[in-house]
């Protein structure tokens, strides 16, 4: 999706404020108050701080740069949302603002600040990824992930959705190009434009935001699948999805390289049966894949179940023994 953006806005350009635009006051945004935390010290003062370097992406209304600090030389990634954007994109912007500017994981991709600018852009500043997209790096390898790789990856995800879900945070929409990598192989949960705080136990989720193709059956029916649509459980589908999809190479509900409508994706995620992995996989991954992909919700594992499951539970084990030995 980033590649066909950026075909489409090859000269798009959105320079970073310079010369007398520098000199205005900035403010910081005025978000909503926050029930989970205060906001977190940034440690990006002003945009006019930030040398662009290269764009990285085209997003949902956004343009996502690769950006220096002049003085500190760190790198970052800036999301810029023109003030001429859709107010849906806006609303998302704002809403990942929110969410970024409370959460603390090494699970999540971290906010380093927040910026309006006088003409109305706004602008996200956030770790760089110097490994870009799970997905990008799917298709750069042009093969597939090995077990072990996708061990990690699920323990990482997990812990990044237990910490999101123990804050009443649904993120809504994992897949394998809202996970981003870093050359460390840590893998970080990014773009909150369409989650949700849970206020309450039984908020009801509005159903349909997210990526289509990525979403549990119970968002299309609730009651055959599950009872009621739970956000928290269709995080652990989409994980199933984006995992097995990163294990076959292609999006398992349809043959390499098919391009689905909304009406087969539907029909193929409430009528078919669950995809499953290959017998080349081994017991332990097929039944935690199996776990993750249950189509009636309620029977879904939860977060602290699949943390316990032998094909994450080893490389728990083996990354609290690895902290052991550089503590001692
Ligand atoms: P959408 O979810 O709207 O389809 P998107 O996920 O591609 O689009 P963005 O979150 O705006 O939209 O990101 C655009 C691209 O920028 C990503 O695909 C990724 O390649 C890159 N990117 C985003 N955030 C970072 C980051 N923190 N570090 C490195 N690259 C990033
Ligand atoms: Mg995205």
Redesign the pocket.
């Given at each position: 999706?980033?590649v066909v953006?950026e075909r489409r806005h090859p000269n798009l350009k959105l320079p970073l404020p310079d010369s007398a635009a520098d000199r205005r006051p900035r403010f910081p945004l005025p978000l909503p108050p926050t029930a989970l935390t205060t906001s977190r010290p940034t440690d990006v003062d002003r945009l006019s701080d930030l040398e662009k370097l290269q764009v990285?992406?085209?997003?949902?209304?956004?343009?996502?740069y690769?950006v220096r600090h002049r003085r500190t030389g760190a790198l970052y990634?800036l999301?810029i949302v023109q003030s001429d954007c859709d107010s849906s994109v806006r609303r998302q912007m704002l809403r990942e603002m929110d969410i970024l500017r409370r959460t603390d994981s090494p699970y999540v991709?971290r906010c380093h600040g927040i910026f309006e600018k006088s003409c109305g852009d706004i602008g996200l500043v956030?770790?760089?990824?110097?490994g870009?997209?799970l997905?990008?790096l799917l298709r750069r390898q042009s093969g597939t992930f090995s077990e072990d790789f996708l061990a990690g990856i699920s323990r990482q995800v997990l812990e990044g959705l237990s910490y999101l879900h123990s804050h009443k945070i649904v993120h809504r929409?994992i897949k394998p190009?809202?996970l981003?990598v870093n050359r460390k192989m840590e893998i970080k949960i990014?773009?909150f434009?369409v989650s949700k705080i849970m206020c309450r136990t039984l908020d009801a989720c509005d159903s349909f935001v997210g990526?289509c193709a990525y979403m549990s059956p119970e968002r299309f029916d609730p009651d055959t699948y599950g009872g009621a649509y739970n956000g928290y459980a269709g995080d652990i589908w989409s994980l199933g999805l984006t995992l097995l999809e990163l294990y076959i190479g292609h999006f398992p509900f349809l043959p390499p390289g098919q391009r689905p409508d909304w009406a087969t994706l539907m029909c193929a995620i409430c009528f078919g049966e669950p995809p499953s992995l290959p017998e080349t996989a081994s017991d332990e991954f097929r039944s935690f894949i199996k776990c993750c992909l249950q189509k009636d919700s309620s029977r879904r594992w939860t977060v602290a179940q699949l943390l316990a499951h032998p094909f994450v539970a080893k490389e728990r084990d083996l990354m609290a023994k690895m902290e052991g030995l550089s503590i001692s």
């Amino acid at each position: 999706m980033a590649v066909v953006r950026e075909r489409r806005h090859p000269n798009l350009k959105l320079p970073l404020p310079d010369s007398a635009a520098d000199r205005r006051p900035r403010f910081p945004l005025p978000l909503p108050p926050t029930a989970l935390t205060t906001s977190r010290p940034t440690d990006v003062d002003r945009l006019s701080d930030l040398e662009k370097l290269q764009v990285l992406g085209h997003g949902n209304g956004g343009t996502v740069y690769k950006v220096r600090h002049r003085r500190t030389g760190a790198l970052y990634a800036l999301k810029i949302v023109q003030s001429d954007c859709d107010s849906s994109v806006r609303r998302q912007m704002l809403r990942e603002m929110d969410i970024l500017r409370r959460t603390d994981s090494p699970y999540v991709v971290r906010c380093h600040g927040i910026f309006e600018k006088s003409c109305g852009d706004i602008g996200l500043v956030m770790e760089y990824m110097d490994g870009g997209t799970l997905d990008c790096l799917l298709r750069r390898q042009s093969g597939t992930f090995s077990e072990d790789f996708l061990a990690g990856i699920s323990r990482q995800v997990l812990e990044g959705l237990s910490y999101l879900h123990s804050h009443k945070i649904v993120h809504r929409d994992i897949k394998p190009s809202n996970l981003l990598v870093n050359r460390k192989m840590e893998i970080k949960i990014a773009d909150f434009g369409v989650s949700k705080i849970m206020c309450r136990t039984l908020d009801a989720c509005d159903s349909f935001v997210g990526t289509c193709a990525y979403m549990s059956p119970e968002r299309f029916d609730p009651d055959t699948y599950g009872g009621a649509y739970n956000g928290y459980a269709g995080d652990i589908w989409s994980l199933g999805l984006t995992l097995l999809e990163l294990y076959i190479g292609h999006f398992p509900f349809l043959p390499p390289g098919q391009r689905p409508d909304w009406a087969t994706l539907m029909c193929a995620i409430c009528f078919g049966e669950p995809p499953s992995l290959p017998e080349t996989a081994s017991d332990e991954f097929r039944s935690f894949i199996k776990c993750c992909l249950q189509k009636d919700s309620s029977r879904r594992w939860t977060v602290a179940q699949l943390l316990a499951h032998p094909f994450v539970a080893k490389e728990r084990d083996l990354m609290a023994k690895m902290e052991g030995l550089s503590i001692s």
